[in-house]
């Protein structure tokens, strides 16, 4: 059974960080590129950063570049995403995804997602 759990969302204050965690079971984990989305009350779901399985690119969404760092651990089947000096437009939920292509294009696995809230 293919599972991706995120872990480590809350609420923060602006300028505070956050690392959001994702645990991945059930595939073949270091075959898949993996990327976090977001999706705030009202608007659609954004890839915000994804890391390449195939040559550990990485991509960050303007909006969080400099501020936000994806990483992941094939040993362990974790993806992280460290978020930084955090601001009240950061606030969404936060989803893992796995997507078995060389960039993140269309996730073939979600998580159920994590709520950060900045307040200001």
């Known amino acids: 059974q293919v599972r991706l759990v995120e872990s480590g969302g809350g609420l923060v204050h602006t300028g505070d960080s956050l690392r959001l965690s994702c645990a991945a079971s059930g595939f073949r984990f270091h075959l898949y590129s993996t990327g976090w989305y977001r999706q705030a009350p009202g608007l659609e779901r954004e890839l915000i950063a994804c890391?390449?399985?195939?040559?550990?690119?990485?991509y960050y969404h303007n909006a969080v570049k400099g501020r936000f760092t994806i990483t992941r651990d094939n040993a362990k089947n974790m993806v992280y995403l460290q978020m930084d000096s955090l601001r009240p437009e950061d606030t969404a939920t936060y989803y893992c995804a796995a997507d078995g292509r060389a960039r993140c294009e269309r996730p073939d696995y979600w998580g159920q997602g994590t709520q950060v809230t900045v307040s200001s």
């Open positions: 890391i390449s399985y195939r040559d550990r690119k990485v």
